[in-house]
């Protein structure tokens, strides 16, 4: 009779143990609000400047001297709205990974709905991820050269470089999607 009672009691402690490791994982609910409210935070600035360069240019302070500022100003809004989509994207995927499917997704019958990011996987999410980290950095780099002045001929070199990296990691990110 003792024998029956301890894997009872063993049984019991490990549904306990694993019960407490599964309501853990709770804990990633932290870094998926702190995400969305970056996310939130992030498409706040990128509307700020987007809407102080549309202020100056319906002023009409648009001029020469100052188009390369403003058009700074609109690719760095850009920018902005691109690392607020990144953080959404980790907080909605880090939420479906660990934590539970988005119930009102699956509600809906639209099938490009559904498949919004279809994140089955760490390896998915951080693949999606990657992709707007470039294209962030794509823009961030436009938007230094935009200001870039040539001197010389090594800075015009240069300036070439960049500009072929930059069309090279574009078809990267093109070619990834299509194997």
Same mark, same amino acid.
């Given at each position: 009779m003792g024998d029956n009672l301890k894997p009872t009691r063993k049984l019991r402690v490990? =549904? =306990?143990?694993? !019960?407490? %490791?599964?309501r853990f *994982?709770?804990?990633?609910?932290?870094? #998926? #609000?702190? !995400?969305?409210?970056?996310? #939130?935070?992030?498409?706040? /600035?990128?509307?700020y400047e987007e809407l102080t360069v549309l202020t100056k240019v319906m002023q009409g302070h648009f001029?020469? @001297?100052?188009?390369?500022? /403003? %058009?700074?100003?609109?690719?760095?809004?850009?920018?902005?709205? /691109?690392?607020?989509?990144?953080? &959404?994207?980790?907080?909605?995927?880090i939420y479906e990974l660990i934590i539970s499917d988005i119930d009102v997704r699956q509600q809906?019958?639209?099938?490009? *709905? =559904?498949?919004? &990011?279809?994140?089955?996987? /760490?390896?998915?999410? $951080?693949? $999606?991820?990657? $992709?707007? %980290?470039?294209? @962030?950095?794509?823009?961030?780099?436009?938007k230094v050269m935009v200001g870039f002045e040539v001197k010389t001929i090594t800075e015009l070199l240069q300036y070439c470089a960049g500009v072929l990296m930059l069309a090279f990691s574009a078809y990267l990110i093109g070619r990834t999607g299509k194997h």
């Open positions: 490990e =549904r =306990r143990f694993e !019960s407490a %490791i599964w *994982r709770l804990i990633t609910l932290i870094p #998926v #609000v702190m !995400s969305l409210m970056g996310s #939130v935070s992030c498409f706040v /600035l990128g509307t001029t020469y @001297a100052n188009s390369t500022l /403003l %058009i700074g100003k609109v690719v760095g809004g850009i920018d902005y709205y /691109l690392i607020g989509i990144a953080l &959404l994207i980790f907080g909605y995927g809906d019958n639209s099938q490009e *709905r =559904r498949n919004l &990011l279809n994140i089955e996987s /760490l390896d998915g999410l $951080k693949h $999606k991820l990657t $992709k707007v %980290i470039i294209v @962030a950095l794509i823009v961030t780099a436009f």
